[in-house]
């Protein structure tokens, strides 16, 4: 089987899904990217079969174009896969051009344009938060009118919580506006501001049913986690996840999904529970999720997420697996600017609780700030107990500190 991955940036994460796609049996795997053939690692560059450079691989015409020059080489792809937010539509674009199956494109703008997910949601009598396309700033401000403080503004094709803005005043609705500048051509969503904690729900669909899934708790939410760049913040996994809280979440997300499209692959779901028990869908991407939590289910259930995403997408099939461990991931993120200067409390960290500490990329003196929302460093912890595992992320974030200078 053919199977084209587009990755245009080859970020580690990126490396590991492609490294997975090769290691499926009787698979021919090609790339397309726009980094140099020599960037790609030694080991995955000998895996591949083919290999396709181009200028701008976020274009969906650079990508029909680096895939139609690896099919007069290998022939017709089977499969055209792509883990990045960004390219989701693209992708559906190219499989519906050159008649090669997956998502449509018709289905990934349901996912990727926020302002239609939301309408189609709605429509389904989903339980999400109200909201607004916003054409221009006008439309933001009668929508505050409308609703009131506090709201959030993003824009419409958003990736996950970036360049999203938690607004409780008009200063700061204004200060919003003129960061993300909605224009026709360009939208922007508002919408109601929903608290609660926050949740993520991951499913695996296979030809559209729903056969296995997952679900992770953010503590604190991730737009606080954005507000302020100092605090250090973990992803709950828990063992315990078959119980009557969640039947509320399993109803809305597999008909949230029934609704948007979703066919075969991993997709992620971000919700609230709100004080009163409700829940409320925040938004859903066609996709793995991200935060570590592809790892964080690795190490919960005894096997490699990565490779069985890889074998899902490329033959259809997936073997749900049994929840052994609670798994969690804590974030180190710097205070101050510039580079790590000082490392505080690693050590009282790691005897209290390095027996716990399955997988680790600690901060580095020297290392200079991230821009990620990850932050410097981060650890991923399990037990089978999930109050072990809760207790210990609260521990670790607020034992170890980093000093940046």
């Not at 033959?315 to 461990?325: G, Q």
């Amino acid at each position: 089987m053919h199977v084209v991955f587009v990755a245009p940036f080859f970020m580690d994460t990126t490396l590991r899904f492609i490294r997975a796609v090769a290691d499926v049996p009787n698979v021919q795997l090609s790339l397309v990217t726009q980094e140099l053939k020599d960037k790609v690692p030694g080991d995955l560059r000998q895996s591949l079969a083919g290999f396709a450079q181009v200028d701008d691989a976020l274009s969906p015409g650079h990508i029909r174009q680096g895939v139609e020059l690896l099919t007069q080489k290998l022939g017709r792809p089977q499969r055209l896969l792509g883990t990045l937010e960004h390219i989701q539509v693209q992708l559906a674009e190219v499989r519906e051009a050159l008649q090669i199956p997956g998502l449509k494109a018709d289905h990934a703008h349901n996912f990727r344009d926020k302002a239609r997910m939301k309408d189609a949601l709605r429509a389904a009598n989903l339980p999400c938060a109200r909201h607004r396309e916003i054409l221009k700033p006008d439309d933001a401000r009668e929508f505050v009118a409308q609703i009131g403080f506090p709201i959030v503004l993003k824009p419409r094709e958003g990736v996950g919580a970036a360049v999203t803005f938690r607004v409780d005043t008009m200063e700061e609705l204004e200060d919003a506006l003129r960061a993300i500048r909605p224009t026709p051509e360009r939208a922007a969503v508002a919408e109601e501001f929903i608290t609660g904690d926050e949740h993520s729900f991951e499913v695996v669909s296979v030809n559209g049913k729903p056969i296995w899934h997952s679900l992770t708790r953010y503590d604190p939410p991730p737009l606080d986690v954005l507000r302020n760049p100092w605090i250090q913040w973990t992803v709950l996994l828990p063992r315990e996840i078959d119980g009557p809280q969640f039947n509320a979440v399993r109803e809305v997300g597999f008909r949230a999904l029934k609704v948007l499209g979703m066919q075969t692959g991993i997709s992620h779901m971000e919700w609230f529970r709100r004080k009163d028990g409700t829940v409320a869908i925040s938004e859903i991407a066609a996709r793995p999720p991200g935060a570590q939590i592809m790892t964080l289910n690795s190490f919960a259930h005894d096997t490699d997420m990565y490779k069985a995403w890889a074998r899902l997408v490329v033959t259809d099939k997936f073997t749900p697996l049994e929840r052994k461990y609670a798994a969690g991931a804590a974030f180190f993120r710097g205070q101050g600017e510039g580079r790590v200067k000082k490392i505080h409390g690693l050590e009282r960290a790691q005897k209290d609780l390095g027996h716990l500490v399955v997988e680790a990329r600690l901060p580095q003196i020297g290392q200079p700030q991230a821009t990620s929302y990850e932050g410097e460093g981060y650890a991923v912890l399990r037990h089978p107990e999930t109050r072990v595992v809760e207790n210990a992320l609260r521990h670790l974030v607020s034992t170890v500190r980093i000093e940046l200078g």
